[in-house]
């Protein structure tokens, strides 16, 4: 029972994260041609509250994948399969601490002074 669950939290959740990745490359071609004021807009309006909330669901991911990893441990292909995909999930988690999140960092610094240049609240 419990590698039936850890199987379907690690499905789940590694679905709902792909489906938001997948959101961002499939919308990048319309936002792409916004202008800078009017793009950040966008993203601020969309995806103000998605880093905790989405960075859970990653970590949830990656966790129950890791637990379902374990439990078939000794398995063969399923073992490989599984840890296949534990490493996938790793590679996503180091693709946004060492590419996107800087990223994030500097346009919130950058969003800051120029609220404060313009006197608005960031």
Same mark, same amino acid.
């Given at each position: 029972?419990?590698?039936?669950?850890?199987?379907?939290?690690?499905?789940?959740?590694?679905?709902?994260?792909? =489906?938001?990745?997948?959101?961002?490359?499939? !919308?990048? #071609? &319309?936002?792409?041609? $916004?202008? %800078?004021? *009017?793009? /950040?807009?966008?993203?601020?309006?969309?995806?103000?509250?998605?880093?905790?909330?989405?960075?859970?669901?990653?970590?949830?991911?990656?966790?129950?994948?890791?637990?379902?990893?374990?439990?078939?441990? =000794?398995?063969?292909?399923?073992?490989?399969? !599984?840890? #296949? &995909?534990?490493?996938? $999930?790793? %590679?996503? *988690?180091? /693709?946004?601490?060492?590419?996107?999140?800087?990223?994030?960092?500097?346009?919130?610094?950058?969003?800051?002074?120029?609220?404060?240049?313009?006197?608005?609240?960031?």
């Amino acid at each position: 029972m419990a590698l039936v669950s850890a199987r379907f939290f690690s499905l789940l959740l590694t679905a709902v994260a792909a =489906g938001v990745v997948l959101g961002h490359v499939m !919308s990048r #071609a &319309g936002k792409i041609t $916004l202008s %800078g004021p *009017l793009f /950040v807009t966008v993203q601020n309006t969309l995806y103000r509250s998605w880093g905790k909330k989405l960075g859970a669901v990653e970590i949830g991911a990656f966790l129950s994948t890791l637990v379902v990893t374990f439990l078939v441990r =000794g398995s063969g292909a399923i073992f490989a399969l !599984s840890l #296949a &995909g534990l490493f996938c $999930l790793i %590679g996503m *988690l180091v /693709v946004w601490a060492v590419f996107i999140n800087p990223i994030n960092i500097r346009v919130r610094i950058e969003l800051r002074i120029l609220s404060g240049r313009l006197g608005l609240v960031a």
